[in-house]
């Protein structure tokens, strides 16, 4: 390889300023890893959605959205009876579940957009008008929108219902193919907003601290990037798993 | 002549690093302890208060807390603390993170110099493949005999999983870990790679993963391959927990590292290093890191389903409430397939790299060499299901599976006619690293013409889960990337230490390993098209002189694999020196100082040329 070191050199003065690299050449490479990033998390989601639409497909003996199972009481609950009274346990009963709240799926999904929203004006507001102070309570209004988003997931995990069956012979509680596919993207929403929190709740103190300013503004622009694409699969995850869920 | 271990003695140490400077590996052990512990403690009262001590909640809670505690102790996550509350790194902060000053310490610290994560990932390839050679010994010491008792059954199942899966971590990163690591982004005329902290990172989560890998040997109870097909692995006892927590920790350290290869190259290449300059294995580390980062998501994805159906009770793979387990073997083979050729490509490129060097001439046909490795991936992706032949899964799409798995045929044909063209009528240095670049051709031959039959549907009826198809991946993963491997340590150790691999016992090395991989899985090949099933601890008497020889086989290359650490270990701090330019290589790694500077360039060079004009250079004296 032929390499010619000394035109390097002089063009620079004869000071080699490659340890100190610009801030837009550090920008625009971070922004690549964070486009890199959001891709992984693209196959991700696919492989998500994936399996939800699978598990629909294939319906396994008509259990999507069913289980054999006992109501009422858990089957620990028959089982004393019967040891201690001498009774017998029930057989165990076709039990159904509906779809999940689309309501609450949509209001996580509508409070991740809008702080989405938040976050894109704050920016584009910070490098327009270069006032921090205004990012600092956007940024603030974004992370507080993201932690209430946070609250209704983890209540609409809650919501998912379970069934008491025996699993693997043992006695336990369990979920259908369409409550376990929801969990899966829900509970992948929810960890997803946690991450958005933690860089929403970096970016108002370091705002705060001047750290981003008027002049600094691209790790804003960073976060934004990764934030709309967490608003944009949430409403593809929710699109997806609140029209195909149930089988006619 | 100082060793790139030495070579920052000389600087003194900066001010800088902060709450760095007091951790290390034994901090992040004690940091994993004692989060271990808490998690226990805390899910042992709030998630699963009955008398079982290691229910599959607290195991995975365990997991969990290991791994938090493991990257707050080795220091993984003050840079994450520190943005938060809205401090930056100095440049101390940053050159000490580098190692600066700080000698061999710096090899058990979060220590961000890409050199220091190339020589860290050599130990831990070194680590890895030691632990599933042990097992791989102990494997076939109890099939050296029908009924042998050497170890029970379930300990035998156990060792299966655990020897596979530690086997292909081991290769995952035994090429693309140390030399995409400490020669690429030299190659490339980079200062470091894109995102140093990001770097250390991908190795200490590679150590936390393989640290809960092993420890489902303690804890038990794998009654499954590595593939962990469903529904054995709903049932398998607590161990499981803790493998797909590796799994998932893992597949986070790969997708860190993919991130940060690809950025590295495409965003800090010096001026004039163009896309068609750029030496043929930072190719292969650039395609390898892209399709790692299209695989290793539906690893992560099936193994947090494994978990969540045995912590949550979910049923994704559990048929009687609607789940299936062809979901699970579809999704990790959307991973596996593509995961062979991540762990083949690097090999493969840093044999391209070496033909050229030791033969003085051209990569040939460099972009075939480009395409091939493209295709390779591209293809590789579609062939999924190859591997469900023999389940019933959609037999419908048997045909076209077959024909995309043949079509793989091409493009892998292409590595041979670059590999020979390179060669042919070449000025050829029979060095070490020449020796093992013959024995992965030979074997590949094998690994490869094995490969077409398999994918042949009839044919795959017969031979599928029998030893046949063991031997097949074992000349794909043994006789060819180990041999890959082994020939790029061989040619970039001069490079990290200064010092040659000991030409003499490498030689030994080569030869028992080389003949060791043909006894072993020759044989092995003939158990199979006898009908011998895999993973089974005991079998019938007409397989008996076939596993014998297979075992015996399987001694020699441990012994090989012995005598090549030997070479390693004498010839790091004894070698006999090498100087920075052994093979008289014209890439840029092998134009900086040995060892490389901390930042490898006091001044980043222009690049005019390819590196690969031998024959013009011939032509010219």
């Given at each position: ?159 998912i219902p379970q069934i008491f069956t025996a699993h693997n012979d043992s006695l336990t509680m369990a979920y259908t193919a369409y409550d376990s596919a929801m969990m899966a993207v829900d ?62 | ?508 090395s080569f030869w028992l390993v080389f003949i060791g991989v043909q006894v072993t899985f020759l044989a092995m090949f003939a158990s199979g098209l006898k009908g011998m099933p895999r993973r ?86």
């Open positions: 390889m032929s390499i010619d070191t000394e035109s390097e050199h002089a063009a620079h003065g004869g000071h080699d300023d490659g340890h100190h690299e610009p801030p837009e050449v550090v920008d625009g490479r971070q922004k690549m890893g964070v486009w890199l990033f959001i891709g992984g998390d693209m196959i991700g989601l696919s492989a998500i959605l994936f399996t939800f639409l699978y598990l629909r497909g294939v319906n396994t003996d008509g259990h999507w959205m069913s289980m054999w199972g006992y109501t009422g009481h858990p089957y620990s609950y028959y089982y004393n009876i019967l040891d201690v009274k001498g009774g017998s346990i029930p057989n165990a009963t076709l039990i159904k579940v509906g779809p999940l709240s689309a309501g609450l799926n949509w209001f996580v999904t509508v409070l991740t957009v809008l702080s989405a929203g938040i976050i894109w004006m704050a920016e584009r507001g910070l490098r327009a008008t270069k006032n921090v102070k205004s990012y600092t309570t956007m940024a603030g209004i974004a992370t507080a929108v993201t932690i209430l988003s946070i609250v209704y997931g983890i209540i609409q995990l809650q919501h509970g992948s929403v929810v960890i997803h907003l946690f991450i958005l929190a933690f860089l929403g709740l970096g970016l108002t103190i370091r705002s705060a601290r001047g750290v981003i300013n008027g002049t600094k503004w691209y790790q804003a622009r960073l976060v934004r990037l990764f934030w709309v694409w967490v608003a944009i699969s949430s409403v593809i995850a929710s699109l997806v798993t609140t029209t195909v869920n149930t089988i006619h | 002549m100082t060793t790139t271990l030495e070579h920052t003695k000389t600087a003194s140490i900066p001010q800088g690093g902060g709450l760095a400077r007091r951790q290390n590996f034994l901090t992040g052990l004690i940091g994993g302890a004692i989060f271990a512990w808490l998690f226990w403690f805390l899910a042992h009262h709030f998630l699963d208060a009955t008398s079982r001590t290691w229910s599959d909640e607290v195991a995975a809670s365990v997991t969990l807390g290991w791994i938090i505690g493991f990257w707050l102790g080795i220091g993984a996550l003050n840079a994450p603390g520190r943005w938060l509350i809205g401090k930056n790194n100095t440049r101390a902060d940053d050159l000490y993170l580098a190692g600066q000053g700080q000698g061999k310490s710096r090899y058990w610290k979060f220590t961000t110099d890409h050199k220091v994560v190339g020589v860290q990932y050599i130990i831990m390839t070194m680590v890895l493949l030691g632990s599933g050679g042990i097992l791989a010994m102990a494997i076939r010491t109890e099939l050296i005999v029908p009924g042998n008792h050497f170890v029970n059954q379930q300990v035998y199942n156990g060792f299966i999983a655990v020897h596979g899966m530690l086997m292909i971590l081991a290769l995952i990163v035994a090429v693309a870990g140390p030399w995409g690591n400490f020669v690429m982004p030299i190659m490339c005329g980079a200062r470091d790679m894109a995102f140093p902290r990001l770097n250390a990172l991908s190795l200490w989560t590679l150590v936390g993963a393989a640290a809960l890998l092993l420890t489902t040997l303690a804890v038990g109870s794998l009654t499954m391959g590595w593939v962990v097909l469903e529904p054995i692995a709903n049932q398998a006892g607590v161990g499981m927990d803790f493998f797909a927590m590796a799994i998932i920790v893992f597949t986070v350290s790969t997708t860190v590292a993919g991130v940060n290869t690809i950025c590295t190259v495409l965003t800090m290449r010096t001026k004039g290093m163009t896309l068609s300059r750029l030496p043929i294995f930072v190719w292969g580390a650039i395609i390898a890191a892209a399709l790692g980062l299209y695989a290793f998501p539906y690893f992560s994805l099936v193994e947090a389903m494994t978990l969540m159906d045995r912590t949550f009770s979910t049923s994704f793979f559990v048929a009687n409430a609607g789940g299936e387990g062809w979901l699970q073997a579809n999704l990790f083979w959307l991973m596996g397939h593509p995961e062979v050729y991540v762990i083949l490509l690097p090999a493969v490129a840093a044999l391209f790299e070496i033909a050229a060097v030791m033969s003085r001439k051209p990569v040939f046909s460099y972009r075939t060499a480009v395409a091939g490795m493209t295709g390779l991936a591209g293809l590789s992706i579609l062939v999924w299901a190859h591997h469900m032949f023999t389940t019933g899964w959609a037999p419908t799409l048997g045909g076209p599976f077959m024909l995309t798995t043949e079509l793989i045929s091409i493009p892998t044909g292409l590595f041979f006619l670059v590999l020979i063209g390179t060669l042919w009528r070449g000025n050829i240095w029979m060095k070490l690293p020449t020796v093992w670049m013959f024995g992965f051709i030979a074997n590949f031959i094998i690994a490869g013409v094995t490969g077409i039959y398999l994918s042949d549907i009839p044919l795959d009826d017969q031979l599928h889960g029998t030893m046949f198809v063991t031997a097949h991946f074992h000349y794909v993963f043994v006789g060819s990337v180990l041999f890959g491997a082994v020939a790029a340590l061989a040619f970039w150790f001069p490079k990290v230490t200064g010092r040659y691999l000991n030409e003499f016992l490498g030689r030994i089974y601890s005991s079998y019938a008497l007409i397989f008996e002189h076939t596993n014998f020889i297979t075992t015996i086989g399987a001694y020699i290359i441990m012994a090989g694999m012995l005598v090549l650490l030997g070479a390693v270990i004498t010839s790091w701090n004894k070698g006999e020196p090498s100087g920075p330019n052994p093979w008289h290589a014209n890439s840029l790694e092998w134009l900086v100082p040995t060892p490389p500077p901390l930042e490898n360039f006091d001044v980043l060079p222009v690049i005019t040329e390819d590196p690969y004009n031998y024959g013009e250079e011939l032509v010219r004296s």
